[in-house]
């Protein structure tokens, strides 16, 4: 069974500092990835996916997230964090063949300070 | 915007007792689960539905849990006699095709005492 794994669990840094939070999976085969993320109070939405094509993909509010398939990785970036991107952040990942479950990964949480 | 609902926001309960937590998925969606997270872990896979039955379940999802899709809107969770452990936040969510986008509820936080 495929895993997911989020290395960073609580990430604390001032606006506009760079961010980046690391998500590693461990599946052979062709998988489409998303990051999901939850405000405070809020439910988990959608950040961003890849599915195929251009393995850069861009999100909601400047994120964006590398597939590096040779190292199993999808890890996010923002170049300039807002106090409003504290949140939880979570990495899943669905095989493409076979079980379409999302695994998730445990969650990074984020706190910005203004 | 359509959305994910679920009830209750909070349930606090007395081991043994019966739990039902339930969810208003996105009325043309056709993939319904539900996920958990032990406070501090990561988000769990209990179980998905699709056609009204059970498409896959985890090993979590043992015989105290149930879920049902009773009409034509609402899709529910039973937990038939709560243990410590079943103390989690549990997220309902639905999606419109297979391995697709998941919209999420607010979850439903339970406490066993």
């Known amino acids: 069974a495929q895993s997911v794994s989020q290395h960073n669990h609580h990430v604390i840094l001032s606006e506009a500092a760079s961010l980046e939070l690391g998500c590693n999976y461990s599946?052979?085969?062709?998988?489409?990835l998303f990051w999901y993320v939850q405000y405070p109070g809020q439910h988990l939405q959608l950040l961003l996916k890849?599915?195929?094509?251009?393995?850069l993909v861009k999100g909601i509010k400047g994120f964006e997230a590398e597939f590096i398939k040779s190292k199993f990785s999808f890890n996010l970036r923002k170049p300039s964090v807002q106090w409003s991107d504290t949140a939880e952040y979570f990495c899943?990942?669905?095989?493409?063949?076979?079980?379409?479950?999302?695994?998730f990964g445990r969650g990074t949480s984020l706190i910005v300070h203004p | 915007e359509p959305e994910v609902t679920q009830t209750p926001s909070h349930q606090v309960t007395q081991m043994g007792q019966e739990v039902i937590l339930r969810c208003v998925p996105i009325?043309?969606?056709?993939?319904f689960y539900w996920y958990r997270q032990i406070l501090g872990q990561k988000v769990e896979f209990l179980v998905s539905?699709?056609?009204?039955?059970?498409?896959?379940k985890s090993e979590i999802f043992d015989d105290q849990f149930s879920v049902e899709r009773p009409d034509g809107s609402n899709f529910t969770l039973k937990i038939r006699s709560t243990k410590l452990e079943d103390s989690a936040m549990y997220f309902c969510?639905?999606?419109?095709?297979?391995?697709?986008?998941?919209?999420f509820g607010e979850g439903s936080r339970l406490t066993v005492l």
């Open positions: 969510a639905s999606s419109e095709a297979e391995a697709g986008e998941l919209f």
């Open positions: 599946y052979g085969g062709t998988v489409n």
């Open positions: 890849y599915f195929s094509g251009d393995p």
């Open positions: 899943a990942v669905t095989p493409s063949g076979g079980s379409y479950i999302p695994t």
């Open positions: 009325s043309n969606h056709l993939y």
């Open positions: 539905f699709y056609n009204n039955e059970i498409s896959e």
